[in-house]
């Protein structure tokens, strides 16, 4: 699995995680979580993504 995609999924769950904690502490406003999931989404995909990269680049190669 590349580290596009395991970055992804860790995002995935992340934002699953902020919308249902949203939900529970705004009363159910589900624009409000659903917009706070998705930037919370976005930069765990990016910070997820550049520490995948990084440590797969540090890994010695396949011969």
Avoid: C, D, H
Wanted: proline share 3%; aromatic share 12%; hydrophobic share 55%.
């Amino acid at each position: 699995m590349g580290p596009l995609l395991t970055s992804f999924l860790f995002a995935m769950g992340v934002s699953a995680w902020v919308y249902n904690k949203s939900q529970q502490r705004n009363g159910g406003l589900s624009q409000q979580s659903a917009i706070a999931a998705a930037v919370v989404g976005v930069v765990a995909m990016i910070i997820f993504f550049t520490i995948f990269s990084a440590l797969l680049s540090r890994l010695p190669s396949e011969v």
